[in-house]
């Protein structure tokens, strides 16, 4: 079973930013698809930003330009730093894991099999 514990969520003032943390208990961060979703209450969860094994990133055209996902392999974890925060950008964040390689759907909910709790961003006007 693969456990993923977000952290780094906040509230912040529109334009500021924040780094979101995702550490995964086990090896998996080198080899698996990971991707970063939000949720808000009424909404389908929305794909925020995906990683595959291979390096290749996904970005939802919401987020492209302010958003950026990384990893560090040897941390087995996975970032999301934002910047340039906008009241729309206000969610749940949740950091999601499956052992795969695709690219295409990387920003597709169903596509995986681990999920965090998540972790609340706030941003305010």
């Known amino acids: 079973q693969v456990q993923l514990v977000e952290s780094g969520g906040g509230s912040v003032q529109a334009g500021g930013s924040l780094t979101l943390s995702c550490t995964a208990a086990g090896n998996i961060v080198s080899t698996y698809c990971l991707a970063w979703f939000r949720q808000v209450p009424g909404k389908e969860r929305e794909g925020v930003a995906g990683?595959?094994?291979?390096?290749?990133?996904r970005y939802a055209d919401s987020v492209k330009g302010r958003f950026t996902i990384s990893k560090d392999n040897a941390k087995n974890t996975l970032y999301l730093e934002l910047n340039n925060l906008k009241s729309e950008d206000t969610a749940m964040y949740y950091c999601a894991a499956v052992q795969d390689s695709f690219w295409f759907y990387l920003l597709s909910a169903s596509k995986y099999k681990y999920w965090g709790q998540g972790t609340e961003v706030t941003v305010s006007a």
């Open positions: 990683l595959n094994s291979d390096g290749r990133v």
